[in-house]
């Protein structure tokens, strides 16, 4: 199957900085969602983003198809950012029907 | 507009019982997805239904089984449970199935511990 892997595992920040998130995956996709898990394991959607570039607010999202990597940008963090932020990808090649799951960046913003 | 619903919200059961977990997705949405989330990982698929027909399925044992009715929600079934079912189960709902790739949505989630 697919493979999705997430950088860093792991990112501490003071309250207003800014971050990025790194998704690499091992075959082409039709499906790429960014994803934030917040305490009570909530998936809430960020962005469906296969291709190109997008922004809501302070977080932004380019996806590099042909290069097979996605970053989510966050800037002037919040506390209220903190949490787990997943990449999930669907591809033809392995079945639209699902979406494979990366390992998850947890950031914690400090205030 | 509501969301994916899932009921219940937690779940204790004993080895060996069996469970059902539910699951209604957004209005108009005929796809449903199941994942299994255990801590500290990605959720990890198991099952994908679109117009009541079973269009996709993951590397689950039998004991894991589901179906969707016409109302387009959907039931997961998990039978002779083992210490190591205990996770955080999520339903997602999406517009289409197999062919065209459709956002998924995400509910809350049923967390369920199995001792």
């Known amino acids: 199957g697919i493979q999705v892997e997430q950088s860093p595992p792991d990112l501490i920040l003071q309250e207003g900085a800014n971050s990025t998130l790194r998704c690499n995956f091992s075959d082409s996709v039709n499906n790429l969602q960014w994803f934030h898990q917040n305490p009570w394991g909530q998936l809430i959607n960020l962005f469906y983003?296969?291709?190109g570039t997008k922004q809501n607010g302070r977080l932004s999202a380019t996806t590099v198809a042909t290069e097979r990597y996605s970053l989510l940008y966050i800037s002037s963090s919040q506390t209220t950012d903190s949490g787990v932020y997943f990449c999930?990808?669907?591809?033809?090649?392995?079945?639209?029907?699902?979406?494979?799951f990366g390992t998850g960046t947890r950031l914690t913003i400090i205030p | 507009d509501a969301g994916v619903t899932q009921s219940p919200t937690h779940l204790i059961k004993t080895r060996g019982q069996h469970v059902t977990l539910r699951c209604s997705p957004i209005s108009g949405h005929k796809s449903v997805s199941w994942y299994q989330q255990v801590l500290g990982q990605g959720p990890q698929f198991i099952f994908q239904y679109y117009e009541k027909e079973e269009r996709g399925r993951g590397n689950f044992p039998d004991r894991f089984s589901a179906r969707q009715f016409p109302n387009y929600s959907s039931e997961l079934n998990v039978n002779a449970l083992l210490l190591g079912d205990s996770a955080l189960y999520l339903c997602a709902s999406s517009l289409e199935g197999r062919q065209l790739a459709y956002e998924q949505y995400f509910g809350p989630g049923t967390r369920l511990t199995v001792t």
């Open positions: 999930a990808v669907g591809s033809s090649n392995f079945g639209n029907e699902k979406l494979t």
């Open positions: 983003i296969p291709s």
